[in-house]
């Protein structure tokens, strides 16, 4: 399937694997991408010589990825540098990033995509000359917002002029064929490729997932002080469950990452 994202970074399905700490390490991002989907390597939980090190591992699998940043990290500059020197293909952000980091990833042919909570978030970066931007809403896990993602996705394919990836509650076909409805270019998914084989998370996690319901679910400050949704089970010691929570259910945990992709 051909979509603006597609032809963007260059895979052959519209969904993207989320940089989600302590989970997207080469392992998933390596399969993910040779499934044809874009895998984004986690950075946040890395130092950079890991970094660095997780790249060049990656790389050697596999071809198109990207590396997942937090803005106000205080050695972001430091990580754009290695991802340049490094060869990297695709910047995602955490948190949106400034223009000066956008201006710095794109002379060096980066592909910027930002994930944002607001319309006027995706207007701010699109104007700062990001090429795509991950519209997640607050059915997505780890750092959240209050507006669901169903009338936040239609207002911001509306505002901006490049590709807009739709995130939060999606896992399956129906969800990437509603967010193409709405006119977003693909989707991202999380704990749907957290439940993967491909991915590192213990089994015993897995199962917790597949076993909570959606009043399971909470937001809390308790992880870096922004709200963060995760397993109301474990919110006093979000470190044991590594990397953000989506709500997802179905019988998915052992399945290849290849699983999460069409085709």
């Known amino acids: 399937m051909e979509t603006a994202l597609t032809r963007l ?45 997780a790249i060049r591992e990656v790389r050697s699998r596999t071809r198109a990825f990207g590396v997942n940043l937090r803005a106000d990290a205080t ?32 002379e060096a042919g980066v592909v910027v995509i930002p994930s944002i909570g607001a319309r006027r978030h995706a207007e701010k970066v699109a104007a700062w000359g990001a090429d795509a931007v991950i519209v997640q809403g607050g059915e997505g896990g780890g750092h959240t917002g209050e507006v669901a993602t169903t009338v936040l996705l239609p207002q911001v394919v509306d505002a901006v002029d490049i590709p807009v990836v739709a995130a939060g509650g999606f896992f399956d076909g129906r969800g990437l064929v509603a967010a193409l409805a709405y006119g977003a270019a693909g989707v991202a998914m999380g704990t749907r490729f957290l439940l993967t084989s491909d991915s590192t998370v213990p089994d015993a996690v897995k199962a917790a997932y597949l076993a909570a319901t959606v009043k399971d679910v909470t937001v809390t400050r308790a992880v870096d002080g922004l709200p963060t949704a ?12 590594p990397a953000a929570r989506e709500r997802c259910s179905g019988p998915y945990t052992g399945q290849r990452a290849s699983a999460a992709c069409p085709g």
């Open 9 to 53: 970074v260059g895979v052959r399905h519209p969904i993207v694997q989320t940089g989600m700490g302590w989970v997207a390490g080469p392992r998933l991002v390596s399969a993910t991408a040779n499934a044809g989907a874009l895998g984004i390597l986690a950075s946040a939980t890395m130092t950079t010589d890991r970094l660095r090190d």
């Open 75 to 106: 050695d972001a500059g430091d990580r754009v540098r290695i991802m340049i020197e490094e060869g990297v293909r695709v910047a995602s952000f955490a948190l949106a990033p400034s223009a000066e980091l956008i201006a710095e990833l794109k």
């Open 230 to 241: 995760c397993s109301a089970r474990n919110w006093s010691t979000p470190w044991r469950t």
